[in-house]
Protein backbone atom coordinates (compact mmCIF):
# COMPACT_ATOMS: atom_id res chain seq x y z
CA UNK A 1 0.00 0.00 0.00
CA UNK A 2 1.42 3.18 -0.64
CA UNK A 3 2.28 5.23 2.24
CA UNK A 4 3.12 9.22 2.02
CA UNK A 5 5.87 10.38 4.05
CA UNK A 6 6.11 10.49 7.44
CA UNK A 7 8.14 13.03 10.03
CA UNK A 8 10.34 10.82 12.55
CA UNK A 9 8.02 12.39 15.45
CA UNK A 10 4.96 10.83 13.78
CA UNK A 11 6.63 7.45 13.08
CA UNK A 12 7.73 7.14 16.70
CA UNK A 13 3.92 7.76 17.30
CA UNK A 14 2.68 5.09 15.33
CA UNK A 15 4.96 2.71 16.38
CA UNK A 16 3.93 3.22 20.59
CA UNK A 17 0.43 3.32 19.64
CA UNK A 18 1.48 -0.22 17.99
CA UNK A 19 3.01 -1.17 20.66
CA UNK A 20 -0.05 -0.45 23.02
CA UNK A 21 -2.18 -2.77 20.63
CA UNK A 22 -3.52 0.02 18.32
CA UNK A 23 -4.92 -2.13 15.68
CA UNK A 24 -4.58 0.68 12.92
CA UNK A 25 -1.03 1.62 13.65
CA UNK A 26 -0.15 -2.16 13.62
CA UNK A 27 -1.49 -2.14 9.96
CA UNK A 28 -0.21 1.33 8.66
CA UNK A 29 3.39 -0.25 10.25
CA UNK A 30 2.59 -3.94 7.97
CA UNK A 31 1.67 -2.21 5.02
CA UNK A 32 4.92 0.27 5.36
CA UNK A 33 7.13 -2.13 5.41
CA UNK A 34 5.15 -4.55 2.59
CA UNK A 35 5.88 -1.77 0.62
CA UNK A 36 9.63 -1.55 0.93
CA UNK A 37 9.37 -5.34 0.89
CA UNK A 38 10.15 -6.21 3.88
CA UNK A 39 9.48 -9.70 5.62
CA UNK A 40 8.94 -8.17 8.99
CA UNK A 41 5.81 -6.50 7.67
CA UNK A 42 3.84 -10.20 7.98
CA UNK A 43 4.47 -9.78 11.97
CA UNK A 44 2.95 -6.53 11.96
CA UNK A 45 -0.05 -7.62 9.63
CA UNK A 46 -0.44 -11.11 11.21
CA UNK A 47 -0.52 -9.06 14.63
CA UNK A 48 -3.23 -6.85 13.34
CA UNK A 49 -4.93 -9.47 11.66
CA UNK A 50 -5.48 -11.38 15.53
CA UNK A 51 -6.24 -8.06 16.77
CA UNK A 52 -9.47 -7.95 14.56
CA UNK A 53 -8.16 -6.18 11.70
CA UNK A 54 -10.55 -7.49 8.32
CA UNK A 55 -7.86 -6.66 6.01
CA UNK A 56 -4.63 -7.38 7.26
CA UNK A 57 -4.76 -10.80 5.82
CA UNK A 58 -5.45 -9.78 2.90
CA UNK A 59 -2.56 -7.56 2.58
CA UNK A 60 -0.65 -10.54 3.88
CA UNK A 61 -1.75 -12.64 1.17
CA UNK A 62 -0.84 -9.79 -1.51
CA UNK A 63 2.95 -10.04 -0.05
CA UNK A 64 3.28 -13.57 -0.23
CA UNK A 65 1.90 -14.13 -3.78
CA UNK A 66 4.37 -11.16 -4.66
CA UNK A 67 7.02 -13.30 -2.84
CA UNK A 68 6.30 -16.72 -4.78
CA UNK A 69 4.77 -18.53 -1.60
CA UNK A 70 1.66 -19.45 -3.20
CA UNK A 71 0.74 -21.98 -0.40
CA UNK A 72 0.92 -19.18 2.18
CA UNK A 73 -0.88 -16.76 0.58
CA UNK A 74 -3.75 -18.79 -0.79
CA UNK A 75 -4.37 -19.58 3.15
CA UNK A 76 -4.55 -15.88 3.74
CA UNK A 77 -6.80 -14.83 1.30
CA UNK A 78 -8.90 -17.90 2.25
CA UNK A 79 -8.70 -16.65 5.84
CA UNK A 80 -9.19 -12.95 4.57
CA UNK A 81 -12.36 -14.31 2.79
CA UNK A 82 -13.75 -16.03 5.00
CA UNK A 83 -13.30 -13.76 7.79
CA UNK A 84 -15.62 -10.99 5.80
CA UNK A 85 -13.01 -9.13 3.78
CA UNK A 86 -14.87 -8.79 0.79
CA UNK A 87 -11.76 -7.54 -1.18
CA UNK A 88 -10.64 -11.46 -0.72
CA UNK A 89 -14.02 -13.02 -1.53
CA UNK A 90 -14.47 -11.32 -4.66
CA UNK A 91 -10.57 -11.76 -5.47
CA UNK A 92 -11.07 -15.72 -4.51
CA UNK A 93 -12.77 -16.40 -7.66
CA UNK A 94 -10.06 -14.64 -10.40
CA UNK A 95 -8.50 -16.67 -12.45
CA UNK A 96 -4.86 -15.26 -11.42
CA UNK A 97 -6.02 -17.11 -8.46
CA UNK A 98 -6.16 -20.47 -9.90
CA UNK A 99 -2.49 -19.46 -12.26
CA UNK A 100 -0.79 -19.40 -8.79
CA UNK A 101 -2.82 -22.28 -7.03
CA UNK A 102 -1.35 -24.42 -9.54
CA UNK A 103 1.94 -23.00 -9.38
CA UNK A 104 2.12 -24.90 -6.17
CA UNK A 105 4.54 -27.85 -5.98
CA UNK A 106 3.23 -30.43 -3.48
CA UNK A 107 0.01 -30.66 -4.31
CA UNK A 108 -0.65 -33.10 -1.21
CA UNK A 109 0.11 -30.05 0.89
CA UNK A 110 -2.59 -27.65 -1.10
CA UNK A 111 -4.97 -30.64 -0.59
CA UNK A 112 -4.65 -31.34 2.94
CA UNK A 113 -5.15 -27.33 3.17
CA UNK A 114 -7.91 -26.83 1.39
CA UNK A 115 -9.62 -29.94 2.55
CA UNK A 116 -8.50 -28.07 6.72
CA UNK A 117 -10.95 -25.32 5.28
CA UNK A 118 -13.81 -27.00 3.65
CA UNK A 119 -14.62 -28.39 7.34
CA UNK A 120 -15.37 -24.60 8.12
CA UNK A 121 -19.12 -24.18 6.68
CA UNK A 122 -19.12 -21.78 3.78
CA UNK A 123 -15.74 -22.04 3.25
CA UNK A 124 -14.64 -20.30 0.45
CA UNK A 125 -12.01 -22.97 0.06
CA UNK A 126 -14.89 -25.75 -1.34
CA UNK A 127 -14.60 -23.75 -4.61
CA UNK A 128 -11.07 -24.09 -5.00
CA UNK A 129 -11.50 -27.52 -4.05
CA UNK A 130 -14.00 -27.82 -6.90
CA UNK A 131 -11.25 -25.70 -9.24
CA UNK A 132 -8.68 -28.35 -8.29
CA UNK A 133 -10.41 -31.29 -9.27
CA UNK A 134 -11.55 -30.11 -12.76
CA UNK A 135 -7.65 -29.50 -13.14
CA UNK A 136 -6.73 -32.83 -11.95
CA UNK A 137 -9.22 -34.50 -14.82
CA UNK A 138 -12.18 -35.42 -12.03
CA UNK A 139 -14.66 -33.42 -13.97
CA UNK A 140 -17.57 -35.39 -12.16
CA UNK A 141 -16.30 -34.54 -8.58
CA UNK A 142 -15.76 -30.64 -9.55
CA UNK A 143 -19.05 -29.99 -10.82
CA UNK A 144 -20.55 -31.64 -7.70
CA UNK A 145 -18.59 -29.81 -5.47
CA UNK A 146 -19.51 -26.70 -7.09
CA UNK A 147 -23.48 -27.96 -6.80
CA UNK A 148 -22.23 -27.76 -3.18
CA UNK A 149 -20.73 -24.56 -3.32
CA UNK A 150 -23.62 -22.84 -4.83
CA UNK A 151 -25.88 -23.91 -2.00
CA UNK A 152 -24.32 -21.56 0.21
CA UNK A 153 -21.45 -19.63 -1.73
CA UNK A 154 -20.90 -17.33 1.72
CA UNK A 155 -21.88 -17.15 5.07
CA UNK A 156 -25.23 -15.27 5.19
CA UNK A 157 -25.05 -12.41 7.58
CA UNK A 158 -28.23 -12.02 9.91
CA UNK A 159 -31.09 -10.67 8.01
CA UNK A 160 -30.99 -7.25 9.11
CA UNK A 161 -27.80 -6.81 8.44
CA UNK A 162 -27.64 -8.25 4.54
CA UNK A 163 -27.14 -5.00 2.72
CA UNK A 164 -26.88 -4.55 -0.95
CA UNK A 165 -23.20 -5.27 -1.45
CA UNK A 166 -23.79 -8.60 0.13
CA UNK A 167 -26.71 -9.23 -2.24
CA UNK A 168 -25.15 -8.14 -5.22
CA UNK A 169 -21.63 -9.91 -4.74
CA UNK A 170 -24.12 -13.43 -4.24
CA UNK A 171 -25.59 -12.30 -7.76
CA UNK A 172 -22.30 -12.08 -9.22
CA UNK A 173 -20.85 -14.89 -7.93
CA UNK A 174 -23.76 -17.61 -8.75
CA UNK A 175 -24.10 -16.26 -11.93
CA UNK A 176 -20.23 -17.10 -12.75
CA UNK A 177 -20.53 -20.20 -11.10
CA UNK A 178 -23.44 -21.76 -12.70
CA UNK A 179 -22.33 -19.69 -16.15
CA UNK A 180 -19.08 -22.17 -15.97
CA UNK A 181 -21.55 -25.42 -14.65
CA UNK A 182 -23.71 -24.15 -17.80
CA UNK A 183 -20.36 -24.67 -20.19
CA UNK A 184 -19.18 -27.64 -18.64
CA UNK A 185 -22.39 -29.48 -19.22
CA UNK A 186 -21.93 -27.96 -23.01
CA UNK A 187 -18.66 -29.65 -23.21
CA UNK A 188 -16.89 -26.29 -23.19
CA UNK A 189 -13.26 -27.41 -21.17
CA UNK A 190 -13.14 -25.46 -17.19
CA UNK A 191 -9.79 -23.85 -18.74
CA UNK A 192 -11.81 -22.40 -21.44
CA UNK A 193 -14.94 -21.50 -19.39
CA UNK A 194 -13.45 -20.23 -16.00
CA UNK A 195 -11.14 -17.25 -17.48
CA UNK A 196 -14.23 -16.08 -20.08
CA UNK A 197 -16.55 -16.02 -17.37
CA UNK A 198 -14.38 -14.48 -14.33
CA UNK A 199 -13.56 -11.80 -17.31
CA UNK A 200 -17.17 -10.82 -17.99
CA UNK A 201 -17.96 -10.98 -13.86
CA UNK A 202 -15.16 -8.70 -13.38
CA UNK A 203 -13.11 -10.22 -10.68
CA UNK A 204 -10.85 -8.58 -8.38
CA UNK A 205 -6.64 -8.55 -9.00
CA UNK A 206 -3.84 -7.96 -6.35
CA UNK A 207 -2.53 -5.68 -9.00
CA UNK A 208 -6.22 -3.54 -9.24
CA UNK A 209 -5.91 -3.26 -5.39
CA UNK A 210 -2.63 -1.89 -5.35
CA UNK A 211 -3.53 0.51 -8.99
CA UNK A 212 -6.55 2.01 -6.57
CA UNK A 213 -4.66 2.66 -3.51
CA UNK A 214 -1.76 4.34 -4.71
CA UNK A 215 -4.26 6.26 -6.94
CA UNK A 216 -6.38 7.65 -3.46
CA UNK A 217 -3.45 7.89 -2.12
CA UNK A 218 -1.75 10.21 -4.64
CA UNK A 219 -4.82 12.35 -4.76
CA UNK A 220 -5.35 13.11 -1.18
CA UNK A 221 -1.28 13.95 -1.26
CA UNK A 222 -2.13 16.49 -4.33
CA UNK A 223 -4.78 18.13 -1.96
Not at 38 to 66: P, R
Request: with cysteine.
Amino acid sequence: MAQHKRSMAELQEILKAASNGHVGAMYWIGTALSGRRDDNCLLWLSMAHNQGHVGACYEMAGYLMSEGNYNEALRCLIVSADGGCDLAYMSIFGFEVLINMFKIKQVNLLENMLDEFATIHSSSSRYLRGMLMFFQGKEAEGVALLQDFLKSPKKQPPKNNIDTVYVNQMKVVTSFIKGVLADIASDIRPLESIPARGRQAGFIKFEDYYEIVTAVENMRLSK
